[in-house]
């Protein structure tokens, strides 16, 4: 729904995401399997994603989401796979970060 990572973080930021139908704001909320994901029924909410649905980057969409293009809606069928983020990230450094902050 977003072409980006940062991108996403601000539409769910600015409110244009329900989830099970309540609103949220928090970009770091965790799913679960079953939870669907929706654009908020509102014009500039839908306008905003149908848009960036255009893009060619967004045609692949993980396989632990079932995507209806035509209500905007995901629902959620499980974790996905460690293998198919396409991030490069060594968990070693994040724990090691996160320790000197206590």
Known sequence: MAPTI???RQIVG???????NSCVSIP?????PGDVI???????SKQLVSKN????ALSNVPQNLDFDKGS???KVLGI???EWIALKLNELFVIEFYSRKI
């Open 6 to 8: 940062a991108a996403a």
């Open 14 to 20: 600015h409110k244009h995401i329900t989830i099970n």
């Open 28 to 32: 770091s909320y965790q799913c679960q």
């Open 38 to 44: 929706a654009i908020k029924d509102s014009a500039a």
């Open 53 to 56: 649905l255009e893009l060619p």
């Open 72 to 74: 905007l809606s995901t």
């Open 80 to 82: 996905i796979d460690r």
